[in-house]
């Protein structure tokens, strides 16, 4: 077994926040030492937790729609790695789910991050992975995502895919109209000679 297959086992067993956890721990994670695209959320939600599947929800539909994969691509961590700033569900609040945990990503992520050597493009999703990843930035979600342009080629903020944003997807247009085209080439230059 190779170091991220033997720290992806130990992260599927953990239970550091347990007690927390009103559904119990389920990790949910993929990876593989060759994914090429990484894709950093917020947390599981309910549907996800049952499941165990990554983004097995209508923000995956989404969020795949925009990306412009088949769920084969998607699920395949050869190509694509869901590394969420939580790995169990949180449990819900009064306007959603609760933020991730905060024991999880100092136990984890900088190690699991660091056996991604292969990724090429991240995308960052929300305000939780984007303050995570966009350390230091003072822009709200929408400045933040309208300045796609600005970040390296490698990383790209975008919002939440979740039904509950249609309102601010309607507000702003130029989201579908200007950077959807650019994730989709970026994704596709990516996985390139792959079937779809």
Not at 41 to 56: C, I, L, M, W, Y
Request: proline share 9%.
């Amino acid at each position: 077994m190779s170091t991220l297959e033997f720290l992806l086992k130990d992260i599927r067993k953990c239970t550091l926040c347990a007690e927390h956890l009103p559904l119990g721990p389920r990790p949910v994670v993929q990876a593989s030492e060759s994914s090429r695209i990484l894709i950093v959320g917020q947390a599981p939600g309910r549907k996800v937790h049952a499941s165990g599947v990554p983004f097995d929800d209508a923000s995956g539909e989404r969020l795949r729609d925009w990306m412009g994969v088949s769920k084969a691509i998607f699920y395949d961590p050869e190509v694509v790695a869901i590394v969420p700033m939580g790995f169990c569900y949180p449990g819900s609040g009064k306007s959603g789910d609760l933020a991730p945990r905060p024991e999880c990503a100092p136990a984890w992520r900088e190690r699991l991050l660091s056996q991604l050597t292969n990724v090429e493009l991240t995308l960052v999703i929300g305000q939780y992975a984007q303050e995570y990843h966009l350390p230091g930035e003072q822009a709200n979600l929408t400045e933040l995502v309208r300045n796609w342009r600005t970040y390296s080629d490698g990383l790209l903020p975008l919002p939440h895919p979740s039904p509950r944003n249609n309102i601010w997807l309607k507000r702003n247009s130029w989201f579908e109209e200007e950077l959807l085209p650019e994730l989709r080439l970026r994704v596709r230059e990516i996985y390139s000679g792959r079937a779809q």
